[in-house]
């Protein structure tokens, strides 16, 4: 749901760059009335603003949060707010996806999978901003 002030993690793997970004592709139904992403869909979360989405498909895995989050906004305050929240990067874990002003009140358990792009809920997070909106 949206929250200002916080930010939501999902981490996971995608065997493509253009299979990561499908699932991400926000859709319309004929009519015009939005239908989400399979991204959003998957995890029940409803219409969120995707102008506070990041999303990014590592080449190479990065195995520590600070190398898979870098130069993401706010990247200190969103760092240190996750890794107090416990959050980790999973073996092979190569995309990650950022909603700010989210906050997902799904477990960390959950899970979804589509084609080539599986992704896990890792954690919520506070983070503080003079405008809350990513840079």
């Known amino acids: 749901m949206r929250q200002q002030g916080k930010v939501s993690l999902w981490t996971g793997t995608a065997k493509t760059e253009s ?8 859709e319309f139904d004929a009519k015009g009335d939005f239908r989400g992403s399979a991204f959003s869909r998957g995890f029940a979360l409803g219409r969120y603003d995707d102008s ?6 590592h080449p190479d895995a990065p195995h520590t949060l600070d190398a898979f989050l870098r130069d993401v906004s706010y990247e200190k305050i969103v760092l240190e707010g996750l890794k107090a929240a416990g959050a980790v990067v999973g073996p092979g874990d190569d995309c990650y996806v950022l909603l700010y002003d989210f906050c997902f009140g799904g477990a960390v358990t959950a899970r979804w999978e589509s084609g080539g792009v599986s992704l896990r ?6 983070f503080e901003s003079d405008e809350s909106t990513p840079s």
Do not use: G, I, N, P
């Open 19 to 26: 299979e990561f970004r499908s699932v991400l592709r926000v």
């Open 52 to 57: 506070k989405r990041e999303a990014f498909r």
């Open 121 to 126: 809920f890792v954690a919520v997070s506070d």
